[in-house]
Structure formats: C-alpha cells, structure tokens
C-alpha cells in the first residue's frame, strides 16, 4: 500500500512552501494543496521537484493522502478565509483529526474556532510561527496553543522543524488552550513593533544630531551587535545601513519612503493592552510611529509652515553614541517588561497556564526578536516563577539603573534638537511610573468624583471601602459604579 502523508499543508505562498521544504527535510512525507492550483504544479516542478512532497487538486484529495489522525495544516491569509477553509475541510473530516491554523490570526478568533471545531468532534491548534521566509526554512519560533489532546500527534513534526538554542532545545514548546499560542505571538509582534521602532530612534538621533552618514551607522550597530545588544534585528539593521542602491549609487536606505506599514498586530496588542488594563506605552508609541509614517503628504506640509530647533550637538560623538547604546538596552528591557506583563495579565483573564520561562526560551531561536538576553529573561522566570515584573530582577534592575544617566541625557539632548524619539521617551516614563510610590492619580481620581461622583479610595481607610465627596455642597448621595481599577 502506497504510504501516505504525515500532514497536509494548504497556502503555497512564501511561508507555505518554505515550511513545508522544512518538513520534507526532517524526514516527513507532505501534502499539499492551493486554491490556485497551477501554484501546485509549479512548486512540483520547480523547489520541491523529486522531494517526498505529494501535490493535490483538490481538498478531497489532499485529505485522502494522510495518515490518520490527519493534520492539515493552513498557512492562508488571517481573516475569513481561515474560516472559509475550516468549513470546507470539517465535512470530510472524522473524529480525532486536527486543523491547525499557522497564520497570524487574531486569538479572539482562535477561541471562537477552537470552540466550534471541537463542538465537531475534532481538534484545533491556533499557532504562531516566527522567523519570516528563512526561518520557515531553516527552523522558526512555533507558539502553538488549542485542543490539548491535539499536540501529542504534532509535537514530533513542530518540534522537529522549529529553530533550536545552543543546547538543542526546540523554539516550540505547548503554550494553553484555545487562542493562548496566537495571543503569544501577537505579544511576540507587539515587542517586534517596539524594538524596530527604538532601533529607528537611535539611527534617527546618529544622523540627525551627530549628522553620520549610513555607512559609519552601521558600524556603530555592528560593534553593537557584539555586546548585550546581540539580536537579529540589530544583526540586519547593520547590514541594510551598508547597502548601496544599484541604481544611484546612494545609500539604499535613503531611497525608500519613510512610511511605514503595519499588518495589524502591533494594533491587536496595543488594544489588548487597554483591554487588560496594562500600561503598555512604548508598544503603543511604536504604532502610533508607523501611523505619523503613514501621513507623509502632511508632514511635507507642516514641515514648511511648524517651528522647531534645528539640531546643533556640541559634545563628545563618543560619549553620546555609548549614551545611545544605554537608552536602547534600558528602553529594550522596558519594552520588554511591558509585553510580560500583558502576558501575566492575559494568562489570568483567559485562565492559560503560560510558561513565561519557556516562552522567552521559544524566542531565543528563529523568530524575528531573538537576541541574546532571552536567556536572561528565562532565567529570572527559572528564579523567580512569580516573578512580577521584569524590572524586579536583579538583572534587569541594575542594567537599567546603569543606563540611566545615559538614557535620560539621549532623550533630553533629543527634545532639545527636536528629534522625535516615541519609544526611549514612553519607556522612560514606564520606568518612572512603574518606580514612583505616589503618582497624581489621586487628583485625577478626585477631578472623576467631582464630575461624576465615581468615588474613590483613602489612604487612612482599609483598601476596597469607597467614598465620595459633595464637592460643590449642592449635589446628591447618589454615586457611579463605576470606580474600576
């Protein structure tokens, strides 16, 4: 009997072939299927031409080719024609099967399909897979979460195909139930949109202070590189800052428009955010960034017609590029500590037993935010599993607190050039808050009474007794409900 297939894969775009090239690799026999199916044939006959990868017409036909339970895997655009698929797989299905949805969906949609799936019968995985085309090849960050009964049927082939760390740990491990693997890897994104925005910053503030040109920016990131900064996306910014375009001859980074895209999951975890109620600023500033981007036609404008100083540095270009390389890592850890605890806050909300120690271990390797002090992140979870904020490890306490001097003299010699530096600025100010016994709530909190009668707390009364004030001494005793913390 013809053997069949270990999984099948549907979406032979850019990350669907690349996985699946992965997956041959490894030892297992593929299926695969597009809409358009002349992509099918081309992918036969072209990357995957005399592999163990079987091409299909068909959904029917994709889903007779696979060993039982079968896996079919959907790497298809997030959105609805995640579900479109979903219906057309479900009917051909039996019980025990698993669909498992490798694309960036939205994890309130993994909740809602991880329930209807399994009111079918069958199982469903919502997984996040980090690392862009080369890692989908060679071994991305994989955050799956769902129908816990599915994961012992394709731990082997994710495990098998994700990055590994120096010690041969797999960059996948299972994260909870329902939409736990998706909310990880939006939180994952969200941390991506903060660390490419301060990287951003910091090239801003070396040409536009320090006047640098392309070429010695990117030695300064490469000498970076070599230290506590060691990541990917330092790794990459170094080698686009020593481009040359082909065309002109100019730097290539000077000739791509300064507007930036999004897909949406900075958006998701910044709305989550406010959703949980958890200060997440710098991950916040970095989409509104991309949206001041976006509005190029009008900056234009305003650039003629609103003042500003123009930038004028008089002191040590080596003093202020070490200064520099302190606010990145400061407002780095920030960042950070801001995605952990969005991750606390939601572990609690959507009662999934998160690993925090093991999610940092799944970064460390394939995704887009690998960097070297993962490894520090996993070891203050690995010491402190309560651990409440990043920020209390002693780690991270005292290479912020070293940073400091530098950090705020970055961020006050940009105010005073008039360069725009979002994320180091909403990190710091993170920090302060975070580090502050008494911050000015207790004015906002008395200005809500005043105008709303929505009470409040005293400090010389036990904790959850609340109160209000007849400030003018003509309102009444009714007061809101909707004091809220």
Request: glycine content about 10%.
């Amino acid at each position: 009997m013809e053997k069949k297939s270990d999984i099948g894969l549907i979406g032979l775009a850019v990350m669907g072939e690349n996985l699946v090239l992965n997956m041959e690799s490894h030892g297992f026999q593929v299926a695969v299927f597009n809409r358009t199916t002349s992509k099918v044939d081309r992918f036969l006959d072209g990357r995957a031409n005399g592999k163990n990868i079987v091409g299909c017409h068909s959904i029917e036909e994709l889903l007779a080719n696979l060993e039982r339970p079968r896996k079919v895997f959907l790497l298809v655009k997030a959105g609805a024609a995640v579900d479109i698929f979903i219906d057309a797989i479900i009917p051909h299905l039996e019980p025990g099967d698993i669909i498992i949805d490798g694309g960036n969906s939205h994890f309130p949609d993994t909740i809602r399909r991880t329930d209807h799936v399994e009111s079918k019968g069958l199982l469903y995985i919502g997984t996040g897979v980090s690392g862009g085309e080369e890692g989908a090849l060679k071994g991305p960050s994989i955050m799956p979460g769902g129908s816990a009964a599915a994961w012992p049927h394709v731990k082997e082939i994710f495990q098998s195909i994700s990055a590994k760390v120096e010690d041969g740990s797999p960059c996948c491990e299972w994260l909870g139930n329902d939409g736990a693997g998706h909310f990880v890897k939006m939180v994952h994104n969200g941390i991506e949109y903060g660390d490419m925005q301060m990287i951003c910053e910091a090239y801003a503030l070396m040409r536009d202070i320090l006047g640098m040109e392309p070429a010695e920016i990117s030695t300064v990131f490469g000498d970076w590189n070599k230290g506590e900064l060691d990541s990917y996306l330092i790794e990459i910014t170094r080698d686009i800052l020593a481009k040359t375009d082909d065309e002109t001859g100019l730097p290539m980074v000077d000739v791509i428009m300064d507007k930036a895209g999004q897909k949406g999951t900075g958006r998701w975890t910044s709305l989550a955010a406010l959703d949980l109620g958890v200060s997440a600023p710098t991950i916040v500033e970095a989409v509104f960034a991309r949206a001041m981007s976006a509005i190029k036609d009008e900056r234009l404008v305003a650039s003629e017609i609103l003042a500003g100083p123009g930038a004028h540095f008089t002191g040590s270009k080596k003093a202020f590029l070490e200064d520099l390389r302190q606010a990145l890592f400061a407002s780095k850890i920030c960042s950070y500590a801001q995605g952990y605890q969005l991750l606390r806050s939601a572990g609690a909300e959507y009662k999934w037993d998160l690993n925090y120690g093991e999610i940092a271990l799944m970064w460390r390797g394939g995704c887009i935010i690998r960097a070297q002090f993962l490894g520090n992140i996993k070891e203050a979870f690995d010491n402190q599993p309560g651990l409440q904020n990043l920020l209390l490890d002693d780690y991270f306490k005292n290479a912020v607190e070293s940073s400091q001097r530098g950090w705020r003299n970055v961020i006050a010699t940009a105010v005073v050039n008039g360069v725009s530096v979002p994320a180091f600025s909403s990190a710091l100010a993170y920090y302060d808050g975070y580090r502050s016994a008494v911050l000015p709530a207790n004015l906002l909190q008395a200005q809500r009474d005043y105008f709303g009668a929505h009470t409040y707390e005293r400090l010389d009364k036990p904790a959850g007794e609340f109160f209000h004030t007849n400030w003018t001494g003509t309102g009444g005793d009714t007061v809101s409900t909707t004091y809220n913390v």
